[in-house]
């Protein structure tokens, strides 16, 4: 590709797209919800948050100076991530928050790309995190995981119209904030019924002498702020929803 070709190909990530309808956002919302709340549609979507949530445990331990060995991700939603380095201090601390942690924080930070109308570069930046993680998969079924949802998106963003890729880019970043906070619950309740002695949560107490408790508030706290805070940024403006009324 010449200068010529990677400029445009850079413009095209970089610029602003317009803002969706209204009513495509709301739609999304409802969509995003229903894949949360519902079970069976829960069960295939959670692949998504393991994705998320393994791949905040693989970066916490690159950016701390751990060796990542790899990560598996199963069939059942569950999924390991293994480090190599000292198994206390700093860098361990923070390569077992990370997991609860990133689902509802890349939703934030998707949202806040949405809503300064980066849609292709929300999709693309998806796609290099994506295949950042495939290099450090080390099972078949998390190599099948990671490439389905790569290939979607690769599908969506390069073949999708523009109100095709909103709707996607918009439903991805909701999904995530609204998913944020349902493992966590069902943390807490594999914990209360003793079914997770070596949680993220568990672990952390263990590393800090912090209960397990407080640690799985702060993961509600964050994933509930994160929902706030990108739901502001993607809620359609007041005026344009009025606006759309009225034409109608």
Avoid: C
């Avoid at 100076?65 to 790899?70: I, K, M, N």
């Avoid at 190599?84 to 201090?89: L, N, S």
């Avoid at 997770?196 to 912090?210: F, I, K």
């Amino acid at each position: 590709m010449d200068a010529a070709g990677i400029g445009e190909l850079w413009h095209n990530l970089t610029s602003a797209q317009p803002d969706p309808p209204w009513w495509l956002v709301v739609l999304a919302g409802i969509v995003a919800l229903g894949a949360v709340v519902h079970g069976p549609t829960w069960r295939v979507a959670r692949n998504v948050v393991t994705i998320a949530h393994e791949g905040g445990h693989a970066l916490a331990a690159l950016l701390t100076g751990r060796r990542l060995d790899g990560i598996k991700l199963h069939s059942d939603t569950s999924g390991v991530t293994v480090s190599r380095g000292r198994p206390d201090g700093p860098g361990m601390v923070f390569t077992a928050l990370a997991g609860y942690l990133a689902p509802p924080l890349l939703g934030l930070a998707f949202a806040a790309l949405l809503s300064w109308g980066r849609i292709t570069l929300m999709l693309w930046a998806s796609l290099a995190l994506l295949a950042g993680m495939l290099v450090m998969i080390r099972n078949a079924y998390g190599v099948l995981s990671v490439a389905a949802t790569g290939l979607l998106i690769f599908l969506v963003s390069w073949l999708g119209t523009a109100q095709v890729q909103a709707a996607f880019a918009y439903l991805a970043a909701l999904f995530l904030l609204l998913a944020g906070t349902r493992p966590v619950v069902e943390l807490q309740r594999m914990r209360s019924r003793q079914m997770a002695p070596s949680s993220d949560a568990d672990q952390l107490a263990h590393l800090t002498g912090v209960p397990g408790l407080v640690w799985v508030g702060l993961f509600a706290f964050v994933s509930l702020a994160a929902l706030l805070a990108g739901g502001k940024l993607l809620a359609p403006d007041s005026a344009a929803v009025l606006s759309g009324f009225l034409n109608d």
